[in-house]
């Protein structure tokens, strides 16, 4: 099983692009989420999922959007990149007992 | 508004030493809290976690948290520190009963001296 996956690992953009970051995962886990990791911040929540067709907001989701239509996939979009989101973020799943599976991160450059 | 602290944003300890690494919370119920390690270019690890019953939890690697109320507190300990434990660990607390929204800490940085 290959856990949590995610895509690409390192990733640069101009102010003003868009582009998705991607996560799957093989564990069949309903609970699905999205993290920034900030030096001196620790992580924060973006937005997360309980489901297929199901998501919420979690501390900072302005600037992102996210949808879940399957099990497995839980994408997250920038629409319009801006350098505060420079940052690295993780994709996370919840197992049994509350137990967070990490994805190994993404980490994100907006110049 | 819920929060964590830690404290210390960077310790170095000897190897073979203890080592106490410290976490408050603010909330009046009981939370969920939790103890997360990540070591460079890595996600996240969970070492332990509490939710209730016995205040001292028992963790991987070595590591255990007391939870006390008194001092709305979930310390992390090892009594003897190998180099493989450097690494940034993190702090984490689920309010109202649920884990969907985990609130983490800023983290401290662990350094193992030989």
């Known amino acids: 099983n290959a856990g949590v996956t995610q895509t690409p690992k390192f990733q640069v953009l101009k102010t003003g692009q868009s582009m998705t970051l991607q996560c799957a995962q093989d564990m069949n886990h309903e609970y699905m989420s999205w993290y920034r990791q900030d030096p001196g911040m620790g992580l924060r929540l973006i937005h997360y999922?309980?489901?297929?067709?199901?998501?919420d907001q979690g501390e900072v989701p302005n600037g992102y959007n996210v949808s879940r239509s399957t099990t497995e996939d839980f994408p997250l979009r920038l629409l319009s990149a801006a350098p505060s989101q420079t940052s690295v973020y993780f994709c996370?799943?919840?197992?049994?007992?509350?137990?967070?599976?990490f994805g190994s991160g993404t980490q994100l450059s907006v110049l | 508004a819920q929060s964590v602290t830690q404290p210390d944003i960077h310790i170095t300890v000897s190897e073979g030493a203890s080592l106490e690494l410290r976490c408050n919370y603010s909330?009046?119920?009981?939370?969920?809290l939790f103890w997360y390690v990540q070591s460079p270019g890595q996600g996240l690890q969970l070492l332990l976690k509490y939710f209730s019953g016995d205040t001292l939890v028992q963790g991987i690697k070595g590591f255990e948290a007391e939870f006390k109320r008194s001092q709305s507190s979930f310390n992390l300990r090892k009594p003897s520190v190998h180099w493989s434990d450097a690494a940034e660990y993190f702090c984490?607390?689920?309010?109202?009963?649920?884990?969907?929204?985990?609130?983490f800490g800023t983290g401290t940085l662990l350094a193992v001296q030989p």
């Open positions: 996370a799943t919840r197992g049994d007992n509350e137990k967070l599976f």
């Open positions: 999922s309980v489901g297929a067709g199901i998501t």
């Open positions: 984490a607390v689920g309010y109202g009963g649920a884990t969907n929204k985990l609130i």
């Open positions: 909330y009046g119920a009981t939370p969920y």
